[in-house]
C-alpha cells in the first residue's frame, strides 16, 4: 500500500529518522478519519481540529488545510480504500535529541496511510462490555497529541477484562473511555462531559449532538459521576468508525436492560444515515 511522506505519496516504507521527536517525545499531533464506501466522513471537522491541536502545542503545520485534504484524498485513491481508515500525523520533525522546539528550519514531517477495516455493525447492533479506570491523564486532554500510554495502559485493562473499552475517571467524575467518548441516558435525556480541557472533543461526539438537536433529544454537557453512569439507563460510547457502541454492563454492574437502549439505538440509527 502507499504512504503519503509530506508531500508526496509513496510505497510504505521505513523513512522516519531516530531521532523524529514524534518516536522519541510523542511530540506531534495526529487524527483518524473514517472512510465508508470510499468516502471520507467529515474531514473538514477532523483538518479543523488537526489545525487547533497544532495551535495549541506551537507547531506550525507545512501544509495548508486545503493541500492536507488533497493530499489525503489522493491517498485514498492510491490505495483504493473502500472500508476503513485514514490515520494522519504531523510531528514537530528530526532533530537532535534535545528536549526545547528544534531551530525554525526543523520541518515538522506529516506521514498518512490508510487501513482497511470491516465496518463494526456486529458490536454496534449487540453492545458490549466495558471496565472502570481511574483518569492518569495530564490536563490538556482536549488536544489530539501522541502521547497515548495512559490511553494505551487502559484500553488494554479493557481487552484483558473481555471488555471494549475502559471508561475513565478523575475521582468521582467520568471523563471519557480510552478512545472515546462517552454519554449516558438517564429518564430520556442524554449526558455527556462538557468539552474542555480534561476531554477530547470527538468529531462523532459533536455531530450526536448536532444530531439529537434535530431529533429533540435533550443532551446536557454536563458531568456526570462513577454512580451516575452505573445507575444511568442507557451507556454508549462514540469514535471514528466504531460510531456507537452501546454498553451493556461496567465491571460487574449491568447497565439498565443489559440490551441496547431505545436511544442508543434511535441515535445509532441517525449516524449510520450520515454514511448509508
Ligand atoms: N480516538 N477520546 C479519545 C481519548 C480518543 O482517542 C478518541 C478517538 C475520541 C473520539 O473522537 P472522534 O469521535 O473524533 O474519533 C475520544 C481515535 C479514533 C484513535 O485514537 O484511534
Not at 528544534?102 to 462490555?129: C, F, I, S, W
Not at 439507563?233 to 471514528?240: C, G, I, K, L, Y
Not at 437502549?261 to 449516524?271: A, M, P, R, S
Request: charged share 25%; aromatic share 6%; proline share 3%.
Amino acid at each position: 500500500t502507499k504512504m503519503l511522506f509530506n508531500d508526496q505519496i509513496m510505497e510504505r516504507g521505513n523513512l522516519i529518522d531516530i531521532e523524529d521527536r514524534g518516536y522519541q517525545f510523542g511530540d506531534g499531533i495526529y487524527e483518524v478519519i473514517g472512510v465508508y464506501d470510499g468516502k471520507p466522513l467529515m474531514m473538514d471537522e477532523h483538518l479543523e481540529r488537526l489545525e487547533r491541536s497544532a495551535r495549541e502545542v506551537q507547531l506550525k503545520l507545512p501544509d495548508s488545510i486545503s493541500v492536507l485534504k488533497r493530499n489525503l484524498e489522493e491517498l485514498v485513491a492510491a490505495n483504493q480504500l473502500n472500508e476503513g481508515i485514514i490515520y494522519m500525523q504531523v510531528s514537530r520533525g528530526a532533530a537532535q535529541r534535545w528536549h526545547e522546539f528544534p531551530g525554525l528550519d526543523v520541518t515538522p514531517v506529516t506521514v498518512a496511510y490508510t487501513r482497511e477495516e470491516e465496518r463494526m455493525t456486529e458490536v454496534e447492533n449487540q453492545g458490549a462490555n466495558a471496565v472502570l479506570t481511574e483518569d492518569i491523564r495530564w490536563l490538556r486532554c482536549d488536544i489530539k497529541t501522541l502521547n497515548l500510554l495512559p490511553n494505551v495502559m487502559a484500553k488494554q485493562k479493557a481487552v484483558e477484562n473481555n471488555a471494549v473499552e475502559a471508561i475513565l475517571h478523575r475521582g468521582d467524575t467520568v471523563t471519557e473511555a480510552s478512545a472515546s467518548n462517552v454519554f449516558i441516558v438517564k429518564d430520556g435525556e442524554l449526558y455527556t462531559h462538557p468539552a474542555n480541557n480534561f476531554i477530547l472533543n470527538g468529531i462523532t461526539r459533536r455531530k450526536i449532538i448536532q444530531l439529537c438537536d434535530e431529533l429533540n433529544i435533550k443532551v446536557n454537557e454536563e458531568t456526570f459521576t462513577v454512580n451516575e453512569l452505573l445507575s444511568a439507563d442507557e451507556v454508549f460510547v462514540t469514535a471514528t468508525k466504531s460510531d456507537i457502541i452501546p454498553i451493556l454492563k461496567i465491571d460487574d454492574q449491568t447497565i439498565g436492560t443489559g440490551s441496547p437502549g431505545d436511544i442508543t439505538k434511535k441515535v445509532l440509527q441517525e449516524f449510520r444515515s450520515l454514511y448509508q
